[in-house]
C-alpha cells in the first residue's frame, strides 16, 4: 500500500500557507488579524500592535560569495521593517535569531551586527532579544518586527473598492536585474579568479539587491497627508503577483497601464543588455520592497504632485479580470510568476 505522497513543489509556497491556514483557528479576540497579510495585527488597548517575521539562508536569500555580511544584517531588518510599513503601522522593535556554522568568527558576526544595528538606528527600532544557536549548513538570521498603529490606521490588503487607484512607490525590477549581474560577476570570478568584477556600471541596480530600503518615508508622508489608503502591501514577490494578493483579498479586478510602470534607466538599460524584457522585470522581478498601494479617488489630490509616487491603473470589478495594457493599447491577461520558492 502507497500511501499518498503530494510535493510542495505542486501547491507551491503560496497553497502551502493557504493549506496550513485553514488547520488554524484563532482563539484569542485580541487576535485581529492572523495569516494572510504582511503582518499579524492585535489588539493592545488604545492602540494595535502588528507583528511580522521573516527567515533569511545562506545559499537561499543571499550569496556571501558576493553579498557582504554588513548589508546581509541590514536587508534582513529592512524586509521586516517593510512589512510592518505595509500595514501602515510604525516600527518599534525588532528581535533577531541567528544559527551560525563554525566557518563564522566573531568578526563576522560583528559585521552581520553592524548591519543590523546600522538599520535599527536608521529605522528607530530597539533590538530587543533573540536567539542564538549553531547550524550545520551556512548563516541563517531570522528577524521579527513588532509595529503600533491605531487601530483605525491599518491597512489591510482587503480594503480595495471598485475604481480605486492603483499606487506604487519608487521604481520595479531594479533587484531581480541586480541579483543577474551579481550572479553573472560571481561566475567570471569562479572562472578567472584573476578578473576583478566590473560592478561600478551596475551600482543602483546591485544596491537596491544587496541593500534594500523599506519605505517607512512614504508612511510617514502618508500620516502626515492624513491619507489612509484602501488597502497596502509591500512589493517582495513581483508587482503582478501582489496585485493578484489585493484582488482576491479585496474581491477587484484590476487594469493596469504599460507606459505607467516606474523603471530606472539603469534597469531597463541593464535589462537590456542581459536580454531581459524590462517589463517582466517589473512585473515578476521580487524584492524590490516598494510599496503597493489602492486610494479612493478623493485622495488623489494630495499625492498627485508626489516625485516618488506613480498612479499605475485602477481597480475594477472582479469580474472584469486583471489586465495589463501595452503601450500599443492591447489588454493581456496579467500572469503571477511571482518568485518562486520550492
Ligand atoms: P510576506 O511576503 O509579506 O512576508 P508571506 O507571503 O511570507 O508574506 O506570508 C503571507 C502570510 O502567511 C503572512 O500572514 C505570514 O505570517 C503567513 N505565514 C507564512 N508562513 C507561515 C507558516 N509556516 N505558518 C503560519 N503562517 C505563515
Ligand atoms: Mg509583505
Redesign the pocket.
Known amino acids: 500500500m502507497s500511501e499518498k505522497r503530494t510535493e510542495i513543489s505542486d501547491i507551491g509556497?503560496?497553497g502551502l500557507?493557504d493549506h496550513?491556514?485553514k488547520k488554524?483557528t484563532l482563539k484569542h479576540a485580541s487576535s485581529i488579524k492572523g495569516?494572510?497579510?504582511?503582518a499579524?495585527v492585535i489588539n493592545s488597548g488604545d492602540h494595535v500592535k502588528v507583528v511580522?517575521?521573516?527567515l533569511l539562508l545562506e545559499g537561499v536569500h543571499f550569496d556571501l560569495t558576493y553579498a557582504p555580511l554588513t548589508h546581509v544584517g541590514f536587508k534582513a531588518v529592512a524586509v521586516n521593517i517593510s512589512?510592518i510599513a505595509?500595514m501602515n503601522a510604525i516600527p518599534k522593535q525588532i528581535t533577531v535569531s541567528i544559527a551560525l556554522s563554525n566557518r563564522f568568527s566573531l568578526e563576522a558576526v560583528d559585521a552581520l551586527y553592524q548591519g543590523i544595528n546600522a538599520a535599527a538606528e536608521h529605522y528607530n527600532v530597539d533590538v530587543v532579544g533573540g536567539d542564538t544557536t549553531a547550524s550545520r549548513s551556512g548563516l541563517v538570521i531570522s528577524v521579527t518586527a513588532i509595529g503600533e498603529a491605531k487601530n483605525e490606521q491599518i491597512v489591510y490588503r482587503s480594503g480595495a473598492k471598485e475604481k480605486d487607484i492603483i499606487c506604487v512607490t519608487g521604481d520595479l525590477g531594479a533587484a531581480l536585474v541586480g541579483l543577474q549581474i551579481l550572479e553573472r560577476e560571481k561566475q567570471v570570478f569562479l572562472a578567472n579568479p584573476e578578473m576583478k568584477p566590473e560592478l561600478d556600471k551596475y551600482q543602483i541596480v546591485t544596491a537596491r539587491q544587496l541593500r534594500p530600503e523599506a519605505r517607512m518615508d512614504i508612511i510617514h508622508e502618508l500620516l502626515e497627508l492624513d491619507l489612509i489608503p484602501t488597502s497596502m502591501?509591500?512589493i517582495?514577490?513581483g508587482l503582478a503577483s501582489e496585485l493578484f494578493h489585493i484582488c482576491k483579498a479585496s474581491r477587484v479586478g484590476v487594469t493596469i497601464y504599460e507606459d505607467k510602470l516606474p523603471i530606472d534607466k539603469q534597469t531597463f538599460d541593464t535589462a537590456v543588455e542581459l536580454g531581459m524584457d524590462p517589463i517582466t522585470c517589473v512585473l515578476n522581478g521580487g524584492e524590490d520592497y516598494e510599496l503597493l498601494f489602492t486610494i479612493d479617488q478623493k485622495d488623489y489630490h494630495k499625492l498627485e504632485k508626489h516625485p516618488d509616487i506613480h498612479f499605475i491603473g485602477h481597480t475594477t470589478k472582479p469580474e472584469e479580470g486583471k489586465y495589463l495594457v501595452t503601450k500599443s493599447g492591447t489588454a493581456m491577461e496579467l500572469k503571477a510568476q511571482g518568485w518562486k520558492h520550492f
Do not use: R
Open positions: 509556497e503560496f500557507i496550513l491556514s488554524i495569516i494572510g497579510d504582511d499579524a511580522t517575521t521573516d512589512d505595509a502591501m509591500d517582495s514577490d
